[in-house]
């Protein structure tokens, strides 16, 4: 019986790992025509001191708050809370530069109509809905997508300024 739970936990966390590495499935960037890169293909990541070059997937899918904050600084996206009107009043993030309700009806439609080749990070509340969201535009044929990671909680948690 041991065995067989170690078993069944050692798959799950092995899933549970696959299933938040998106950057293999998502490679929403311009390098490679942004076509999947294999593990093997994939660059190394820069330096933490080293400047990202204009054009290159330096940043990951899902980005942490703090290279959030710089991804802003630096690339300029168009910011995306994907949060209800609610919870965008609640506190949003000073870049938003529009707000699309997740649970609109006409959700995917919204995101149809944007360009696909500009650079979007969008984020919601915990970074499930946004986890969902980078699916749904990847599918639609987006190149440069980003989130987030751990939405607007993780950004808070990290300290970083919020307005109302």
């Known amino acids: 019986m041991k065995i067989f739970i170690i078993a069944t936990l050692m798959v799950f966390t092995a899933a549970g790992a696959y299933a938040f590495d998106l950057g293999g499935i998502f490679t929403a960037c311009s390098v490679n025509g942004g076509k999947a890169l294999s593990a093997a293909a994939v660059p190394a990541a820069p330096a933490p001191t080293a400047e990202p070059k204009p054009g290159n997937c330096d940043f990951p899918l899902n980005i942490a708050p703090d290279e959030a904050r710089y991804f802003i600084e630096l690339r300029q996206p168009v910011v995306i809370d994907i949060r209800t009107a609610d919870e965008y009043a609640a506190g949003h993030l000073e870049a938003v530069n529009m707000r699309l309700d997740y649970f609109a009806p006409d959700f995917k439609a919204q995101l149809g109509k944007l360009d696909k080749h500009v650079k979007y990070l969008i984020y919601c509340r915990t970074g499930h809905r946004s986890g969902?969201?980078?699916?749904?535009?990847?599918?639609?044929?987006?190149?440069?997508?980003?989130d987030i990671a751990g939405g607007i909680n993780a950004w808070t948690a990290a300290g970083l300024p919020v307005v109302k």
């Open 132 to 146: 969902i969201t980078l699916g749904i535009m990847k599918d639609l044929g987006f190149t440069e997508i980003h």
